[in-house]
T-cell receptor, first 115, second 110 residues
Framework: DAGVTQSPTHLIKTRGQQVTLRCSPK?????VSWYQQALGQGPQFIFQ???????QRGNFPDRFSGHQFPNYSSELNVNALLLGDSALYLC??????????????FGSGTRLTVV | DAKTTQPPSMDCAEGRAANLPCNHS???????VYWYRQIHSQGPQYIIH???NNETNEMASLIITEDRKSSTLILPHATLRDTAVYYC???????????FGSGTQLTVLP
C-alpha cells in the first residue's frame, strides 16, 4: 500500500521564480495538509485541503497557494521565491471522518533550495 | 491548541525502555495528546495518541496523568532505529492542524 508520495524530491530555484510541488495522498485518504520545515525546526502548518477547498490556513503569505484535485491529489505553489523559502516541504494526508482516531500519514518531503 | 513542553534531548541504552516526557498543563478537555517521530531526512511518523486513558500499540505506550497536564511516551525496548526527534502535540483531533514544537532528540546508544 503506497503511502503519501511527493514529487520532486529535490528542487533548486532562483529567487523570484515560482515553484509547484505535488502530493498524492495515501490510498483512501481525502484530506491533504502541507507543512514547511526549516532546518533544525519542527514542521509549520501551511494549509489544508478537503473537497477541493482550502479549509484551514496557517500564518503564511498569499505567495503560498494550493489546489486539490478530484482524485484528492494536491499541489503547493509558491510565487516570488525568497531565500527564506528554502526548506523541506511536507505533505500529510488523512481520512477526515476518522481524524480524531488516527494520525496523519506524511510523505518524505520535497527539499526546496532557493539560490 | 495547547502548548507542549519537551526536553530538547535524551539518551537511552539499546534494549532499555525509553521514557519521553511531555508537559501540556493548559490542555483542554477535548484535546488529544498525539506523538509523532521524525527520523532524519524523513517525514514525521504517527506513533500513538490518547485522550485520558493510557494507550498501547505495537510501537509504544502512552501514559497520561490523571489531571492530563503531562504524559509520557514509552518505547519498551529501544533500538538504534528509534533514534529520532519525538514530537508531543495537543490537538482537538478531527483532522485539525498539528502544531509542532521543537521536540525531543532521542539518541539510542549501542
Amino acid at each position: 500500500d503506497a503511502g503519501v508520495t511527493q514529487s520532486p524530491t529535490h528542487l533548486i530555484k532562483t529567487r523570484g521564480q515560482q515553484v509547484t510541488l505535488r502530493c498524492s495522498p495515501k490510498s483512501g485518504h481525502d484530506t491533504v495538509s502541507w507543512y514547511q520545515q526549516a532546518l533544525g525546526q519542527g514542521p509549520q502548518f501551511i494549509f489544508q485541503y478537503y473537497e477541493e477547498e482550502e479549509r484551514q490556513r496557517g500564518n503564511f503569505p498569499d505567495r503560498f497557494s494550493g489546489h486539490q484535485f478530484p482524485n484528492y491529489s494536491s499541489e503547493l505553489n509558491v510565487n516570488a521565491l525568497l531565500l527564506g523559502d528554502s526548506a523541506l516541504y511536507l505533505c500529510a494526508s488523512i481520512l477526515l471522518a476518522t481524524g480524531a482516531n488516527y494520525g496523519y500519514t506524511f510523505g518524505s518531503g520535497t527539499r526546496l533550495t532557493v539560490v | 491548541d495547547a502548548k507542549t513542553t519537551q526536553p530538547p534531548s535524551m539518551d537511552c541504552a539499546e534494549g532499555r525502555a525509553a521514557n519521553l516526557p511531555c508537559n501540556h498543563s493548559t490542555i483542554s478537555g477535548n484535546e488529544y495528546v498525539y506523538w509523532y517521530r521524525q527520523i532524519h531526512s524523513q517525514g514525521p511518523q504517527y506513533i500513538i495518541h490518547g485522550l485520558k486513558n493510557n494507550e498501547t500499540n505495537e510501537m509504544a505506550s502512552l501514559i497520561i496523568t490523571e489531571d492530563r497536564k503531562s504524559s509520557t511516551l514509552i518505547l519498551p525496548h529501544a533500538t538504534l532505529r528509534d533514534t529520532a526527534v519525538y514530537y508531543c502535540i495537543a490537538s482537538s483531533g478531527s483532522a485539525r492542524q498539528l502544531t509542532f514544537g521543537s521536540g525531543t532528540q532521542l539518541t539510542v546508544l549501542p
